[in-house]
């Protein structure tokens, strides 16, 4: 009796201290998961290409964007802009495993465990982020094709703008996926706000030429720092409407905000009205 007594009389262990095993564990499982169905592997990576290579074929020497160097025709253009749509493809629907998760009744599992909801939110948008990243990397295989000659500074560089905004999406993804329980109505989301992201971000058309409420637009839209920041990195002597270090630091303030509002909805209590 007196040791159940003790027993229970010992401080509780902070849940803080379980944060890291619990979220590597759901950030291995969404390597693994998504490496497993090799359709969405192909499906991620082959619609922007055939995209890029198909519109930027269309417009071929039709469109010029200036005088920076290698930027001759719309494929070039186009390049860092169909990285991005990698990123974001991945990044968004990478979080449509938190609704499978909702329906197979894991994430319940999870949510009743001894661990943080900061885990949960960490281990899901770290391996959303990684994925993301990881498949816009290897996009970069094609930048010959695009006139880019890449040095190990500029790969360097480009991976941290990948992974800014691969977190940054992910989060997002995270929060707009966390109180939905159907794939359909996430899908309308996407279609709806995330897509028109993109559209303002200044890969299909440059800033400066754009009418004066769409560039307003284009401003307020932080996808457009990073389509932005890799245009100056992917073609240094192209004229961009931000420096590099402007473009990074909106995208670090974006990673934040979203990450922050994604475990906010992560521990948000709901309430039912009383009968």
């Known amino acids: 009796m007196a040791t159940q007594t003790a027993a229970l009389s010992r401080p509780i262990a902070p849940a803080s201290a379980g944060l890291w095993l619990p979220a590597f564990t759901l950030w291995w499982r969404e390597i693994v998961r998504f490496y497993r169905q090799k359709s969405r592997v ?3 990576l082959a619609s922007p290409l055939v995209f890029w290579v198909v ?3 269309g417009f071929g020497n039709s469109f010029r964007s200036g005088g920076g160097q290698g930027q001759q025709n719309f494929l070039d253009y186009f390049y860092p802009g169909t990285l991005i749509l990698i990123v974001l493809f991945t990044s968004i629907f990478a979080m449509m495993s938190l609704i499978e998760d909702r329906k ?6 999870v949510m009743v465990a001894p661990v943080p909801r900061s885990a949960i939110v960490l281990g899901k948008v770290l391996g959303g982020t990684m994925l993301a990243a990881m498949q ?9 094709f695009a006139g880019v000659q890449l040095h190990p500074l500029q790969v360097l560089l480009v991976a941290v703008v990948v992974f800014l905004v691969s977190f940054a999406l992910t989060a997002l993804g995270f929060a707009i996926a966390w109180p939905m329980d159907s794939t359909s109505a996430f899908h309308g989301i996407i279609n709806l706000f995330l897509i028109p992201l993109w559209l303002l971000s200044g890969a299909l058309f ?3 030429g754009a009418s004066v409420w769409i560039r307003a ?13 890799l245009r100056d990195l992917l073609y240094p002597g192209m004229e961009t409407s931000f420096d590099l270090a402007h473009s990074m630091a909106t995208l670090l ?8 509002l994604a475990f906010l909805m992560a ?9």
């Open 42 to 44: 192909i499906g991620v």
């Open 55 to 57: 519109l930027g074929s």
């Open 104 to 109: 197979e009744g894991f994430l319940l599992s």
């Open 136 to 144: 816009g990397m290897i996009f970069l295989i094609f930048a010959p």
């Open 206 to 208: 440059r800033l400066s």
């Open 217 to 229: 637009l284009m401003y307020m839209n932080p996808l457009t720092y990073g389509v932005e920041a």
């Open 253 to 260: 303030l974006f990673s934040l905000a979203m990450f922050g």
């Open 267 to 275: 521990n948000r209590r709901t309430t039912r009205p009383a009968a």
